[in-house]
């Protein structure tokens, strides 16, 4: 088996994946560092490259392709959506994949904040709050033997806020369903751009294993919003202009929501977020 301490292996190339490929073979801290994504199919292959860029450093494979291949480094951002039994999948990546803690390496798993399940009173919560109870939460449970799978094998968990880009995120589906919305007007949503997920992840890659191997990391804006707050920012940007305000259905007896403290991440992993809040990045659209 051979092995260089320049290879990083991202598996799942969706929004997140192909952000993080581009921004590692624009990273000065990782010039040498060979990057291959990893999908199950060919099918936006073409597509990924043409977004990341041409590059010698950066190849494209499928499951299938790097079969018996190890990597120093690998990155684990598919979602739960595309596996039958989704921490059986993130096992298979550790043990295929990864060439463990041995070469000096790190896996990295992108968990959600959402294993921590509902808030019902604006409760904080923060990289060693517990989780959500598995049996009565199936979609956390999912996450949650996920990252015992990582953890248990020397790896790290970033726990995301909730995602999007300008045209990606709960805020897009409120504004253009023309439906109205379940939740409660002040219940709060963590957020955190694709970019500057990728970014954290970029920065555990530079923390290396001494920080990170087996330890959870809690990663949002560090700006938490109510979801008419949200909607308002929105409307701020030239995409959103001419929409309506949403009706919130949610009553006083609904979860408000939990608000992330990721500040010991931050200083852990020496990184902060590109975008300020999502009302900074809305605004820079007006």
Same mark, same amino acid.
């Given at each position: 088996m051979s092995v260089t301490s320049s290879e990083c292996a991202v598996v799942g190339c969706g929004v997140l994946g192909t952000s993080l490929c581009k921004q590692l073979l624009e990273s000065p801290e990782f010039s040498s560092m060979q990057v291959t994504?990893?999908?199950?199919?060919?099918? #936006?292959?073409?597509d990924i490259l043409a977004e990341v860029g041409q590059s010698e450093r950066f190849t494209m494979k499928t499951g299938e392709d790097v079969d018996g291949e190890k990597f120093q480094n690998v990155v684990f951002c598919a979602p739960p959506s595309g596996f039958e039994d989704y921490p059986a999948a993130v096992h298979d990546s550790i043990i295929s994949l990864w060439a463990g803690p041995s070469e000096g390496g790190v896996f990295i798993f992108t968990s959600s904040g959402g294993i921590y399940g509902f808030g019902e009173q604006s409760q904080v919560v923060n990289e060693g709050s517990p989780v959500a109870d598995p049996s009565k939460n199936p979609r956390s449970a999912r996450l949650i033997f996920a990252e015992k799978e990582?953890?248990?094998?020397?790896?790290?968990?970033? #726990?995301?806020?909730?995602?999007?880009?300008l045209d990606r995120g709960a805020h897009n589906f409120w504004l253009t369903s023309g439906k109205d919305v379940t939740g409660r007007a002040d219940g709060i949503i963590n957020q955190l751009h694709y970019d500057d997920a990728a970014g954290s992840v970029i920065a555990a890659l530079a923390a290396g294993p001494t920080i990170v191997s087996g330890n959870v990391f809690l990663i949002s804006d560090g700006h938490p919003m109510t979801r008419k707050e949200i909607c308002e920012s929105s409307l701020k940007a030239k995409k959103y202009q001419g929409f309506k305000m949403p009706k919130f259905l949610g009553t006083e007896s609904d979860p408000v929501g939990k608000i992330y403290d990721g500040s010991a991440s931050n200083k852990a992993l020496k990184w902060d977020p590109r975008y300020e809040s999502f009302d900074a990045f809305m605004s820079s659209l007006a």
């Open positions: 994504g990893i999908t199950k199919t060919k099918n #936006r292959h073409e990582v953890l248990s094998n020397g790896g790290c968990c970033l #726990r995301l806020a909730g995602l999007y880009t």
